[in-house]
């Protein structure tokens, strides 16, 4: 048999036994205990937990036992009383249950534009003096400790606002968020996937990730051609989050190197992105773990060809750039991500004298998240603009 026909067996053998484990996992759209899961409240503030390694967790204040989440639906919403019991949140079709509930009677006239703005309201006459509100917080706190909760204490504190009925639509919706995210614990529960991972790793630590944030990390996966590779190369050091999405986004039937700079093979916590993936045995498994100098010397066996290599890395590339050209076949794509400039400017001059590879780039990766409202869109001004600089290249020769 020859090597092109072992590959075809291996190949389909491996895609049998990625149907084997996706019915023995039996995916559903509820929460398993054997999973992990990311939980996001009204704050934007994040948690990737898991039933069956953590029973219960604080958070805001609060302690919740995670065992209430067992079988409840992906995509969910539930609010959090002071006690730590859950209440799922139901709301009308087409409405968002995280979103600013509509407190106000006045109602839209019928086949009045939704984009015509409000006229007989403004905010001309009202100043930050802290004045408006006839509740107090000792009030405040009697009424929760009553039981009142949820959306009606918002209701409460917002008609006790003397200056409420006043204000504009989006005056009223800007203040019942902000009062919201402080009375009021509110958390969706949603599937882990490598962008949401991603994203929930970087606003925790980002320095865990090496400041790959996920949007740079999809230009990576992007340029380095990853879904249509069969021989992938990752150097990761940014918590897993590169080498799960080589995984998550490439051919059941595609080989992936890891390779390391220790000298021993790291734990398997290094790489925590690939068990907040919930990837079946047959997909991991996928995954070999080699040294570099292993990689680039052989040691005894002959030396593996890529058609992808992704690095991820803080320190100086040029060197490890030569040594791993050799091993990138023609067509194969190179990336390799750096938080700082001056780690891939010598990297840059390498590729463009070698004449080896052609639509090599830099780049720099800026992103601006914009509010999407009615009347009101407008970039964001806290935010994270700048998330690193990317080289890559494609070898021909």
């Not at 109602?107 to 009045?112: I, R």
């Not at 021993?264 to 925590?272: E, F, L, Q, V």
């Not at 005894?300 to 030569?322: A, C, H, L, N, Y």
Request: a positive charge; aromatic letters at 8%.
């Amino acid at each position: 048999m020859c090597i092109r026909d072992r590959r075809r067996v291996h190949g389909r053998l491996r895609i049998l036994n990625l149907k084997r484990d996706l019915i023995v996992m039996d995916i559903t759209d509820t929460v398993r205990e054997e999973e992990y899961f990311v939980l996001i409240d009204n704050r934007g503030e994040r948690r990737i937990v898991n039933i069956k390694n953590t029973k219960t967790i604080k958070w805001r204040k609060k302690l919740i036992k995670l065992d209430q989440l067992k079988g409840k639906r992906y995509d969910s919403v539930y609010d959090l009383d002071k006690e730590g019991n859950l209440a799922e949140v139901v709301t009308k079709e087409g409405v968002d249950p995280m979103g600013v509930p509509d407190l106000s009677d006045d109602n839209e006239e019928e086949g009045k534009s939704e984009e015509e703005p409000e006229e007989t309201r403004d905010n001309r006459n009202f100043f930050a003096e802290n004045k408006a509100q006839k509740l107090t917080n000792e009030e405040i706190k009697g009424l929760k400790a009553k039981g009142v909760e949820g959306e009606n204490i918002i209701q409460e504190i917002a008609k006790n606002n003397q200056n409420f009925e006043a204000k504009t639509s989006f005056s009223q919706r800007k203040y019942l968020k902000k009062k919201m995210q402080r009375h009021l614990h509110r958390f969706r529960i949603v599937r882990t996937s490598i962008a949401n991972i991603a994203e929930t790793l970087f606003v925790d630590d980002a320095s865990s990730v090496n400041f790959l944030r996920w949007d740079s990390l999809g230009v990576v996966l992007h340029k380095s051609n990853v879904a249509l590779s069969r021989e992938i190369l990752v150097i990761d050091n940014a918590s897993g989050v590169l080498l799960g999405g080589a995984l998550s986004r490439s051919s059941p039937t595609a080989n992936l190197t890891c390779g390391y700079f220790d000298d021993k093979k790291p734990a398997i916590n290094k790489y925590r992105a690939l068990n907040f993936l919930n990837l079946p045995r047959s997909q991991t498994e996928r995954v070999k773990f080699v040294s570099f100098e292993a990689l680039c010397y052989g040691e005894g066996e002959p030396q593996p060809r890529f058609d992808s290599v992704m690095i991820s890395t803080d320190f100086e590339v040029s060197k490890v750039i030569s040594k791993i050209v050799p091993l990138i076949l023609p067509s194969g794509s190179l990336v390799v991500y750096s938080p700082f400039l001056e780690v891939l400017g010598e990297g840059f001059d390498y590729l463009t004298k070698e004449k080896r590879f052609v639509f090599v780039m830099l780049n720099d990766i800026f992103m601006r998240e914009l509010q999407v409202l009615k009347l009101r869109t407008h970039p964001l001004m806290n935010m994270h603009a700048f998330s690193g600089f990317i080289l890559s290249g494609i070898k021909v020769v």
